[in-house]
């Protein structure tokens, strides 16, 4: 029976005509809206920072967008600064109870300066200035006196919504003392 | 021999189609690395200078006493006030939560700044403890005036005119970054 039924089926099949062509049209207007909302977007987020994994950011109203700068992201257990993990905090004995309640802290031997300077963020921002400041010896562009255009000395600092003032102060003094005198706060845009 | 006209009209023309398959993978691509590249999450920034004095420029300035507007946040109340006694010295409790009250904060800058609409540096001096989200929660009732707020006029010194306040005090600068405090 099953047989039977499969060539009539078959034979019942209805024929594609040799020349059949996709309606392709409509799926062009749904992809060109697409690309224009994108077009749209894109033009708007030119800057190369991103939300870190796992970084819990406060939310700002500020209308400021931030320009190209070194970064220093802060989350609860380390500190990266351009993408490379430079110390990872530790736990206090108070916190045993959990990750969530756990409270983390430097470890002596990454401070300096009674405890106000923070060494592998020196470390790390006086080598990128070193760097800077070759790559601006070495360029053409130069300032109307004819000498190489000066270090801008700009952070951005990217911090979790936990993160004490006492660590913020600790690397805005870090920057300080390599020469990085202005400081970007970034957080999310506040919606509406 | 000429054509009859009836046959020199029946020329074929079968209809163009378009090819639009390149340009449908053309689109794909681009949609593709775009949203590989974009990022829909916003940032913005709020930018903070390190203090920096000038000698000469500091005694200057101190003898003609500037406002050098201050927010202190203390263990159970924020406080307003000006280091020359510029102001009267305010001070506003915590919230229930033990937050600073950033909103009664914001209406007590907005009062100041009626007294003073050519001020735009603001010093904040934090608790060790404050957050991140504090911090940044503060910075911006410091700097920002909302669509809620009562207009505030300043007058323009070249063209004469009373020109609406955009920003409260935009500039914020830190005052505790070398001490202990």
């Known amino acids: 029976m099953s047989f039977h039924r499969s060539i009539r089926s078959r034979r019942n099949r209805r024929k594609l005509p040799g020349s059949f062509e996709l309606q392709l049209t409509s799926m062009m207007d749904v992809l060109v809206i697409i690309v224009v909302f994108l077009l749209k977007s894109y033009s708007t987020s030119t800057s190369s920072f991103a939300a870190a994994p796992g970084l819990q950011l406060p939310i700002s109203g500020s209308l400021d967008s931030p320009t190209e700068s ?55 921002l006086m080598k990128a200035r070193d760097k800077a400041e070759l790559l601006r010896a070495k360029s053409k562009t130069r300032d109307p006196e004819g000498k190489p255009l000066p270090f801008e000395g700009i952070l951005a600092i990217q911090a979790d919504k936990q993160i004490q003032y006492e660590t913020i102060r600790k690397i805005m003094y870090t920057a300080a003392t390599a020469g990085y005198k202005v400081f970007r706060f970034l957080a999310m845009k506040r919606d509406g | 021999m000429l054509k009859r006209p009836s046959s020199r009209r029946k020329t074929s023309k079968e209809p163009i189609a378009l090819n639009l398959v390149p340009f449908i993978d053309a689109m794909v691509t681009l949609i593709g690395f775009m949203l590989f590249t974009t990022s ?87 608790t060790a403890n404050t957050t991140y989200d504090v911090m940044i929660s503060l910075m911006d009732n410091m700097r920002m005036v909302t669509p809620t707020d009562p207009p505030i006029f300043k007058r323009n010194a070249a063209t004469g005119n009373d020109e609406l306040v955009k920003a409260l005090f935009p500039e914020v600068i830190f005052g505790n970054l070398l001490g202990d405090s």
Do not use: C
């Open chain 1, 70 to 124: 070194l970064q220093v992201i802060v989350t609860p257990e380390s500190m990266t600064f351009e993408n490379e993990r430079i110390l990872d905090f530790v736990m206090t004995s108070g916190s045993i109870g959990g990750p969530e309640t756990a409270v983390y802290k430097f470890k002596a031997t990454d401070l300096d300066e009674g405890g106000r300077r923070i060494v592998p963020l020196y470390d790390a």
């Open chain 2, 40 to 126: 829909f999450l916003a940032i913005v920034s709020i930018e903070s200078p390190f203090p920096h004095a000038s000698t000469a420029l500091t005694e200057e300035k101190l003898k003609q006493k500037p406002l050098q507007l201050t927010v202190s946040l203390h263990e159970n109340d924020s406080e307003i006030w000006s280091p020359f006694e510029r102001i009267t010295s305010k001070k506003i409790p915590h919230t229930p939560e033990g937050q600073p009250d950033t909103k009664a904060i914001h209406e007590a800058l907005l009062s100041v700044k009626q007294q003073f609409p050519d001020e735009t540096k603001i010093v904040i001096v934090p």
